[in-house]
């Protein structure tokens, strides 16, 4: 089985600092994506990235930035975290040609 | 543009009661279209999904089918258990090359003994 792990299950951080949260895949998969999730809004995807150094921005990308400088790990920076970016952070994978995503275990992110 | 609709939840149900959860999309063209569960604490989990109407996904005693004339995917199960209890997302995806998914708001189920 493909696995696709998250740097941390849970982080808490303070407002104005810069977090990085990561992605890894252990196989070659050219596409991967962030998502936030939130409590009555689903999922909204942030940014995606279909191959090493490409990135493209998705529904709400304000507030954040991303990473891919290795085909396996796909990183999300908050460049100075607010409160309003206190969410659940998922990392997705997928082939190129694919529609189906598989996701990682989630990132959940407190911003005191 | 693509969107999905889920009915209102959350839902409870009693152990092997049957279980609808509907889902309707506007999109263009003729996507996939997916559900996904999530198990309390985890990510998200490729339940089924169906590539072209009137296919019919199915897994684990859960199937729903394409129904284009509709525009519905609704997931259905005979008998729920408990460890159904999950939040359940519809997806769809886009009909270009660029495999971007546009998923509903969810659907908590919670299944009593």
């Known amino acids: 089985d493909v696995k696709v792990t998250q740097s941390s299950r849970y982080l808490v951080k303070r407002t104005g600092e810069k977090v990085f949260l990561e992605c890894v895949q252990d196989m070659d998969h050219e596409n991967m994506f962030w998502y936030r999730q939130d409590p009555g809004l689903g999922l909204r995807l942030i940014y995606f990235?279909?191959?090493?150094?490409?990135?493209e921005k998705g529904d709400i990308p304000e507030g954040y930035s991303v990473s891919r400088e290795k085909k396996e790990r796909f990183s999300l920076i908050l460049e100075s975290a607010s409160t309003n970016q206190t969410s659940m952070y998922l990392c997705?994978?997928?082939?190129?040609?694919?529609?189906?995503?598989?996701f990682g275990p989630g990132t959940r992110l407190l911003v005191l | 543009g693509n969107s999905v609709t889920q009915m209102e939840g959350p839902v409870t149900l009693s152990e092997e009661a049957f279980l609808t959860i509907n889902c309707t999309y506007t999109?263009?063209?003729?996507?996939?279209l997916f559900w996904y569960v999530q198990y309390p604490g985890e990510g998200l989990q490729l339940l089924l999904k169906?590539?072209?109407?009137?296919d019919k996904g199915s897994n684990k005693g859960f199937e729903a089918t394409y129904r284009k004339e509709t525009t519905s995917f609704h997931l259905e199960k005979g008998s729920v258990q408990v460890s159904d209890s999950a939040v359940y997302f519809c997806a769809l995806g886009n009909t270009g090359a660029n495999s971007k998914l546009t998923f509903g708001k969810g659907i908590t189920l919670s299944v009593r003994p």
């Open positions: 999109a263009t063209g003729y996507p996939s």
């Open positions: 169906a590539t072209k109407a009137d």
């Open positions: 990235s279909y191959d090493v150094k490409m990135k």
């Open positions: 997705a994978y997928g082939t190129s040609g694919e529609e189906t995503q598989y």
